[in-house]
């Protein structure tokens, strides 16, 4: 994996192991349903405090049938550290059962400015007014580069996340562009 980053970050970053970062990856939305298992952690060492994780997961999913089926993975894991402190927010491509919760249980937070952004994201936070701030239009048409990819944001504490809702690929192109939109960020 470091190799593959070796080669595939575009930007000039200088890239180590890192084994002081801690992360609780179990608070955050996306791994309450998962078990998960840190492979690897690398520090991006530049003007911010990035890290790249790799994840092992294995997700429990009840399908129609009431069968449960087993999915493993690798997930990649984008972390940004800053100075903020932030509501702990989720941001995934919205799907149909999304869609279909949301009429009924209104959560999804929209942008009536921006009906494409709100089209193709869900966004669920406790405090509506915060998280609209962290949208910037800036962040917005940004993280629109990504509405093809399945990746989840979550903003929590002094930290954000983005990752590979789907098992990761070896996708150079998809780590390059989250690792640049942190320059929106």
């Known amino acids: ?3 593959f980053l070796k080669q595939n970050l575009n930007s000039k970053f200088e890239i180590s192991n890192d084994t002081e970062t801690e992360y609780n990856l179990s608070s955050l939305y996306s791994f309450t349903d998962n078990e998960f298992d840190i492979i690897q952690d690398f520090k991006l060492i530049g003007d911010k405090k990035i890290n790249i994780v790799f994840v092992s997961t294995e997700s429990k999913i009840n399908d129609f049938d009431n069968s449960n089926i087993n999915s493993r993975g690798i997930q990649l894991w984008v972390v940004l550290t800053t100075n903020n402190d932030y509501e702990h927010t989720l941001l995934k491509n919205e799907s149909l ?11 999804d937070i929209d942008f009536k400015e921006d009906k494409e952004f709100s089209k193709n994201f869900y966004i669920v936070s406790n405090n509506t007014e915060t998280v609209e701030s962290y949208f910037t239009e800036e962040m917005r048409q940004a993280l629109l580069k990504f509405k093809d990819n399945n990746i989840i944001v979550e903003f929590k504490d002094n930290k954000i996340y983005v990752g590979t809702e789907n098992n990761f690929q070896d996708d150079a192109s998809l780590l390059n562009r989250i690792v640049d939109f942190f320059n929106v960020v």
Request: without cysteine.
């Open 1 to 3: 994996m470091e190799n």
């Open 97 to 107: 059962k999304d869609k279909i919760i949301d009429f009924f249980i209104k959560q």
